[in-house]
């Protein structure tokens, strides 16, 4: 299994603890019941370490974004709900700051809402996106190393 994989499992396993919200992986299309929550992996950046020079070892840092998506009914209490919901991720996440030795860090670097009204029961979303920082060798990808 990939590590962009496990660390989007580990996100999601830490948002199951959030009461009365449904969790899975609906990034697109609407969810079966709202309130709830999705998380998804975008874009990865990937760099080579300075230090590694040797290609037969090289290491590389990579800095994976994951979305964390909280979507409800768009109502008039979607902003307050909303902002209560994103506390609870950013406790659950500072909880578990290394997702079980996944990760060197894991850095929220952005937050957004957007609406769709055009659904006949308009929903709105907030998206934590944060930024998850590991390292892996050439040779083997899909371990994280320290």
């Known amino acids: 299994m990939h590590v962009?994989?496990?660390?989007?499992?580990?996100?999601e396993l830490r948002m199951k603890t959030i009461?009365?919200?449904?969790?899975?992986?609906?990034?697109?299309?609407?969810?079966?019941?709202?309130p709830a929550i999705a998380v998804y992996a975008d874009d990865e950046i990937?760099?080579?370490?300075?230090e590694s020079v040797d290609p037969?070892?090289?290491?590389?840092n990579?800095?994976?974004?994951?979305?964390?998506?909280?979507?409800?009914?768009?109502d008039a209490q979607?902003?307050?709900?909303?902002?209560?919901?994103s506390v609870l991720i950013e406790q659950q996440l500072a909880i578990d700051d290394d997702l079980?030795?996944?990760?060197?860090?894991v850095l929220l670097v952005s937050s957004s809402v957007n609406y769709d009204p055009r659904e006949a029961e308009p929903a709105?979303?907030?998206i934590l996106k944060y930024r998850v920082w590991y390292r892996t060798t050439a040779q083997d990808p899909q371990t994280p190393i320290a």
């Open 124 to 126: 709105a979303s907030m």
């Open 4 to 11: 962009r994989t496990s660390i989007v499992e580990r996100i």
């Open 78 to 85: 979607f902003e307050e709900t909303a902002d209560d919901h």
């Open 100 to 105: 079980n030795g996944l990760s060197a860090e």
């Open 46 to 50: 990937v760099e080579s370490d300075d």
């Open 19 to 34: 009461p009365g919200v449904a969790t899975g992986k609906s990034r697109f299309g609407r969810h079966e019941k709202l």
């Open 62 to 74: 990579r800095f994976v974004d994951v979305n964390i998506e909280f979507t409800a009914a768009a």
């Open 56 to 60: 037969d070892f090289r290491i590389y």
